[in-house]
Nanobody, 126 residues
Framework: QVQLVESGGALVQTGGSLTLSCAAS????????MGWFRRAPGKERAFVAT????????EYTDSVKGRFTISRDNAKNTISLQMKSLQPEDTAVYFC???????????????????WGQGTQVTVSS
């Protein structure tokens, strides 16, 4: 069982930066690939970024490449999402998720993730 708690959501202006964090419970955090997803108003939950167990493999959705960076600290059971050059279309509730995997597997499909946090709101004003 893994419990995930996101934090760091806020209201920021266009062009601003924000870092989201996700704290995980449990002693097997390093056994999980982790992901960030977001749900914008009126839209389905969408993939943002994912990171492998060791942090050596990452993937991003095209719209955030070069602006967002996912990272993890297995000693602290946390992952982060650094967001730069934020745009109004980044406004959404952001969720972190965990999937138990082998090796460097990462997932972009939300159905592959077993555990989810409650989400944190990011609002980018124009």
């Amino acid at each position: 069982q893994v419990q995930l708690v996101e934090s760091g959501g806020a209201l920021v202006q266009t062009g601003g930066s924000l870092t989201l964090s996700c704290a995980a419970s449990g002693r097997t955090f390093s056994s999980y690939a982790m992901g960030w997803f977001r749900r914008a108003p009126g839209k389905e939950r969408a993939f943002v970024a994912t990171i492998s167990r060791s942090g050596g493999v990452t993937e991003y959705t095209d719209s955030v490449k070069g602006r967002f960076t996912i990272s993890r600290d297995n000693a602290k059971n946390t992952i982060s999402l650094q967001m730069k050059s934020l745009q109004p279309e980044d406004t959404a509730v952001y969720f972190c998720a965990a999937a138990r995997v082998d090796g460097s597997t990462v997932y972009i499909n939300p159905l592959s993730y077993t555990y989810w946090g409650q989400g944190t709101q990011v609002t980018v004003s124009s």
